[in-house]
């Protein structure tokens, strides 16, 4: 036969026969891709013309538009709370006690009242027989310039988290 006489002849079908191989497997690859990437494509465009895909990113934009601006104006919003939540009283102690040696019960009273800084106010109500006395001393980053009381003193600690609410009861 020619092919076998030939051996130049023969090397080149070879040749030419795992080209022509590769060739077809590479295509048969591509087109599967292709097939896939089709497919995916088919899902995406469905139901949409290519107006409507671009009114839909223009509205998608809008909204994203409208999210940031709405997010500045409630950072801003959290800012302004956080301003305010600083000046308002935050911490409490209360302390519970007898003014002077009552058989009717703990009816006096001694209330702490502290921002964010430690100042704020304590509140005493001394209750009587017949009558109620108030005192209100000012607090300042967590003392005071008028001498507090014992139990005006445990209502402060209290607040300031330096004594357990729940000691000496």
Same mark, same amino acid.
């Given at each position: 036969?020619? @092919?076998?006489? +030939? ?6 079908? !070879? ?16 087109? $599967? ?28 934009? *809008? ?7 709405? +997010?500045? *104006? ?5 800012? *302004? @709370? ?27 009273? $001694? ?11 304590? !509140? ?20 005071? +310039?008028? *001498? ?9 600690? !209290? $607040? ?10």
């Amino acid at each position: 036969m020619i @092919l076998f006489d +030939n051996p130049v002849l023969f090397i080149i079908i !070879i040749m030419l026969t795992a080209v022509t191989i590769i060739a077809i497997s590479f295509s048969v690859v591509a087109i $599967a891709k292709y097939s896939e990437l089709n497919k995916k494509y088919e899902i995406f465009m469905s139901g949409r013309d290519a107006e409507t895909l671009e009114e839909y990113f223009i509205d998608l934009q *809008k909204d994203i538009d409208h999210l940031v601006e709405d +997010n500045k *104006k409630n950072k801003e919003s959290i800012r *302004k @709370l956080n301003r305010i939540t600083k000046r308002s009283f935050q911490k409490m102690g209360f302390y519970k006690y007898d003014a002077f040696e009552e058989k009717t019960g703990k009816r006096s009273f $001694a209330l702490a009242l502290l921002d964010f800084t430690n100042t704020g106010l304590v !509140i005493t109500s001394q209750s009587l027989g017949d009558g109620t006395i108030i005192f209100i001393k000012e607090v300042d980053a967590g003392t005071t +310039n008028t *001498k507090l009381g014992p139990e005006e003193e445990k209502a402060l600690e !209290i $607040a300031l988290g330096q004594r357990d609410k729940y000691e000496d009861r």
